[in-house]
């Protein structure tokens, strides 16, 4: 029952918003007693933190392709972010990044959920520094930005692209990110 209330929260949350959700609609989601969710969760804000770690997780897959040393650094960079845009047209997925979503909504709010979203900016981050690195250190990318401070603007921009077409609702703000940003980024 957990497990079900975590894909509805998640779901839920990430369609209706934190503040524009009740426990309620969550349960009635889920199909199961209001009660029960208290059982699971002691708030909806520790389920929001869930929801965070739940998201990051289903999202981590793309990972796997900044790790293939097979590929040049740069283009795994490139592969990994198209693979992310890709799995955003693929579902028509535009409701927005649920990180973005949260931070803008709820981090003033909660310093709970802001410390989630804090750690899951900081895991990115940890996953793009070393590609980054490798891309400096094999003079394919200039050093004169550090790769911590590099990795920050690429995952601000891809957040800014994509809050950008959750407002108008189509994937030309990726298609952008992908086909100026990136390059102008990765130089």
């Known amino acids: 029952m957990r497990e079900q209330l975590l894909?509805?929260?998640?779901?839920?949350l990430h369609r209706q918003g934190f503040n524009g959700t009740s426990v309620q609609d969550i349960t009635e989601a889920a199909g199961v007693p209001k009660g029960s969710f208290y059982n699971h969760f002691e708030s909806k804000e520790a389920l929001g933190v869930a929801v965070v770690r739940r998201y990051v997780q289903d999202r981590s897959r793309h990972m796997t392709i900044l790790?293939?040393?097979?590929v040049p650094p740069l283009k795994r960079v490139r592969r990994y972010f198209a693979a992310m845009a890709q799995q955003a047209a693929d579902t028509g997925d535009i409701r927005g990044c649920l990180i973005g979503n949260f931070a803008t909504e709820l981090s003033g709010q909660s310093p709970v959920i802001r410390q989630e979203l804090t750690h899951a900016l900081q895991g990115?981050?940890?996953?793009?520094?070393?590609?980054l690195v490798e891309a400096q250190q094999a003079q394919h990318l200039s050093a004169d930005v550090s790769a911590q401070e590099l990795a920050h603007l690429l995952i601000d921009s891809w957040e800014g692209a994509v809050l950008r077409c959750k407002v108008e609702q189509s994937g030309r703000p990726l298609e952008r990110f992908?086909?100026?940003t990136l390059k102008r980024l990765l130089v």
């Open 7 to 12: 894909e509805t929260g998640l779901d839920t």
């Open 67 to 70: 790790a293939d040393h097979e």
């Open 124 to 131: 990115w981050t940890d996953a793009l520094v070393p590609v």
């Open 178 to 180: 992908l086909t100026h």
